[in-house]
């Protein structure tokens, strides 16, 4: 079964400045996508950034940029030029490549952002 | 689009009552997600459906829950009776089922905060 770690339970950083979020990941498989998703405290689900395991280059989304290390089972979310609306719950999530699937989540990094 | 949506936001019962809660998927999506976020145990998937049919329950944590989807834009998850350690935010999710590699994303709902007293 696949199972998805993250073990900074909470993160802190200053505005402008930069942060990485840690999460791996275990699978017997060779194709899978892996996401971070962003929970502000309104609880809404919002995808930040995805990346397919077959491709070796990195996601990127604006400020957001993943290092995907795929030997090491790793998957980490920096986040550049920090900003207040940043400040949310970061859960990594896996997902089977192949046809659609469930998502199987890590169990979330608190990210505060102070001014 | 409206996105999905659920009711209600917020649900406080009593130990033993029984609670509904509801999801209509976004319009055209054949694949709904029952999610469960608890403190504990995080995000976890409780049954998805396909063209409403179940796929996987497997993450049904007991008999006591029940989910149907009686039509392609409306889905029921029900706790009878409801006990306080299923006292969770509970998220419905939908997306367009694409065979084989194609990427389709999950849309999540608001979801429901169940208190159960």
């Known amino acids: 079964a696949q199972t998805v770690t993250q073990s900074q339970p909470e993160m802190s950083v200053q505005e402008a400045e930069t942060v990485t979020l840690s999460c791996t990941y275990d699978?017997?498989?060779?194709?899978?996508?892996l996401f971070w998703y962003k929970q502000p405290p309104s609880r809404q689900m919002i995808l930040v950034i995805r990346q397919e395991a077959y491709k070796q280059q990195n996601a990127t989304e604006n400020r957001f940029s993943v290092n995907f290390q795929k030997a090491a089972k790793s998957f980490s979310l920096k986040i550049s030029d920090s900003q207040l609306g940043d400040a949310a719950m970061y859960f990594c999530a896996y997902r089977r490549l192949y046809n659609t699937d469930k998502l199987i989540f890590g169990t979330g990094t608190r990210l505060q952002v102070f001014p | 689009d409206a996105g999905v949506i659920q009711s209600p936001r917020h649900e406080v019962t009593e130990m033993g009552q029984e609670v509904t809660l509801r999801c209509k998927p976004i319009?055209?999506?054949?694949?709904l997600f029952w999610y469960r976020q608890t403190m504990m145990r995080g995000l976890e998937l409780l049954i998805y459906?396909?063209?409403?049919?179940?796929?996987?329950d497997s993450g049904m944590p007991e008999d006591r829950f029940s989910a149907k989807m009686p039509n392609a834009s409306f889905s029921t998850l029900k706790i009878q009776p409801s006990e306080p350690r299923d006292s969770a935010v509970y998220f419905c999710?939908?997306?367009?089922?694409?065979?084989?590699?194609?990427?389709?994303?999950?849309?999540f709902g608001p979801g429901t905060r169940l208190t159960v007293l």
């Open positions: 319009s055209g999506h054949d694949y």
């Open positions: 699978t017997s498989e060779s194709d899978y996508y």
């Open positions: 999710a939908s997306s367009l089922g694409l065979a084989g590699y194609a990427y389709n994303e999950q849309f």
């Open positions: 459906f396909n063209n409403n049919v179940p796929i996987d």
